[in-house]
């Protein structure tokens, strides 16, 4: 471990919606680090163009270059370039949205997204990270994990409500993933946006492990639970297969 490779990511990874623009005090607060280090750090990663000092406030923010890993990533994931023309197909045949989530941790990432003519009033984006107790990408990928590591990630989560659906509790989350392995798939509704219902199957690698989750998210006043499942999970499952193939190629 370079520690202080460590650190400058400390750094970056302060700014955030809550947080998109701080003074060297916030950002040595929010690090742990004491002013001369995060001095040194800031110093190095504005002369590097991934941070810009505002002249009036003395506050930094992030520069646009910081996209330039996402980007990169992108562009050279096998997972985002082989699963693209058929998450695309999926997005055109049922006009709802649909999304490629990865695991991190306690969270989910969303690697890949493509909207729907009626998508809903959400802030999701590719690089959104989500709880993964209460998403329909989440609950897939807990699934397929052996029962340990589902308690230690659960342990290691903020487990909270969202809506006054969200399924919070342990006992609750443990029924959920119960019925996804007996499915095969899983399915979420108003768990952190109202009116939404998700559905998510599981993406396997060449080497037979579950690596990412494929959802489509639609509208509850547009289509009932039932009509989801007999509509769009054959759908979804056969596409999942299909990724599945196309990663193995």
């Known amino acids: 471990m370079v520690r202080a490779v460590e650190k400058a990511f400390r750094v970056l990874t302060t700014f955030d919606a809550t947080y998109p623009r701080q003074t060297l005090t916030q950002i040595a607060d929010r690090t742990g680090l004491d002013r001369?280090?995060?001095q040194r750090f800031i110093h190095t990663l504005t002369a590097l163009g991934y941070l810009r000092k505002d002249t009036r406030t003395k506050a930094y923010e992030l520069t646009p270059k910081a996209l330039s890993m996402a980007y990169q990533y992108t562009r050279s994931s096998p997972l985002v370039l082989r699963t693209h023309p058929y998450l695309s197909h999926l997005n055109r045949t049922t006009?709802?949205?649909i999304s490629l989530t990865v695991l991190d941790d306690?969270?989910?990432?969303?690697?890949?997204?493509y909207l729907s003519p009626n998508v809903l009033d959400t802030d999701v984006n590719v690089g959104s990270r989500l709880p993964v107790y209460c998403t329909a990408g989440g609950l897939c990928l807990l699934s397929v994990l052996d029962d340990a590591q589902v308690d230690?990630?659960?342990?290691?989560?903020?487990l909270r409500a969202f809506t006054s659906k969200t399924i919070y509790s342990l006992d609750g989350i443990w029924r959920q993933l119960r019925q996804v392995r007996e499915r095969g798939f899983s399915?979420?509704?108003e768990q952190i946006y109202s009116g939404d219902i998700s559905i998510a199957c599981p993406v396997v690698s060449p080497d037979c492990q579950t690596i990412a989750a494929v959802s489509l998210g639609t509208s509850r006043f547009r289509y009932e639970e039932d009509v989801i499942i007999q509509r769009f999970v054959p759908t979804l499952l056969a596409a999942a297969r299909s990724m599945s193939q196309a990663l193995q190629s």
């Open 36 to 38: 001369s280090a995060a």
């Open 95 to 97: 006009e709802e949205t």
């Open 106 to 113: 306690s969270e989910i990432i969303y690697v890949s997204r």
């Open 152 to 158: 230690d990630i659960l342990a290691r989560a903020h």
């Open 187 to 189: 399915i979420v509704q």
